[in-house]
């Protein structure tokens, strides 16, 4: 088996000492997610997985940003796709997300520029963030009429209820110091500093023993929000799938696609 991966959408490495490298790499659009980025993700993840003496995975984003959410146009032709093609790719998208969440080893995101929507949900799901004092945030699906139920558990875990009913309502944007703040990040560093702050917690990370990590992580997320069983995954799978097929998203979608503030019809369901 490899154990790199240097093209695509989604690179990957393990180095000498069990460390695990992986890279969103889609620069060109901000590292956006696709079905493509997804499905590098979850190979990234299960290809690392394999490795006996995988210590840490730590994740970055290529290029200006980490992660700038969905990408808006790919969304929109999933949109209209069957109902099974959109659950598909929303079980994709939670399972990349769950398998970050629940990995033995212990993840850490190393955060630069924007990061967006589903990119909140990719930091809500790694133990340990680091953030640029230059970096983003927005949890910011509601601003296309889609629901960000997916990550909304991490995210919960990440930040708090009470926090989650600000950011997610609201869609709007905050800087490190406040993702500092409520909880979504660990440390804030300057840009030009963010690698070696990330090695000198990896550093912290390896001086530890490897099984008393996975048994501390296991019982951490114990009755955690994003400790769930399959069926209120596959629940959460299909609010997901079904909010983007709805009439409120295609609007959303819409004004993005034309550069314009999107009709809100008002109604609720």
Not at 43 to 56: P, T
Not at 111 to 129: E, M, R
Request: charged share 20%; net charge neutral.
């Amino acid at each position: 088996m490899p154990t790199s991966n240097t093209t695509g959408p989604v690179l990957w490495s393990l180095d000498g000492r069990g460390v695990g490298s992986v890279v969103l790499n889609r620069p060109e659009v901000n590292n956006a997610y696709n079905g493509e980025l997804i499905q590098g993700l979850l190979d990234a993840v299960d290809a690392l997985g394999r490795e006996s003496g995988l210590r840490a995975v730590v994740i970055r984003g290529n290029g200006r940003h980490f992660q700038a959410g969905a990408d808006l146009k790919w969304i929109d032709a999933v949109r209209a796709a069957s109902l099974e093609e959109n659950i598909r790719v929303s079980r994709a998208t939670a399972e990349a997300v769950q398998r970050l969440n629940r990995a033995p080893v212990p993840t850490m995101a190393l955060v630069h520029g924007a990061c967006f929507g589903g990119g909140t949900g990719l930091v809500a799901a790694c133990d340990i963030v680091i953030a640029a004092d230059s970096a983003t945030f927005s949890i910011a699906e509601v601003r296309w009429g889609l629901t960000a139920a997916i990550i909304v558990p991490q995210l919960n875990d990440a930040i708090g209820v009470r926090q989650m009913r600000r950011y997610a309502l609201t869609g709007e944007r905050f800087d490190a110091a406040e993702a500092l703040r409520i909880g979504l990040v660990h440390q804030v560093v300057q840009a030009s500093t963010l690698e070696a702050a990330g090695e000198t917690m990896v550093g912290h990370v390896l001086e530890n023993g490897p099984e008393a990590i996975a048994q501390t992580k296991a019982l951490t997320l114990h009755r955690a929000f994003g400790d769930f069983d399959e069926a209120a995954f596959a629940d959460l799978v299909e609010r997901h799938a079904r909010k983007r097929q709805s009439p409120e998203a295609a609007e959303g979608l819409a004004s993005f696609a034309q550069k314009r503030s999107a009709k809100w019809s008002g109604k609720t369901v």
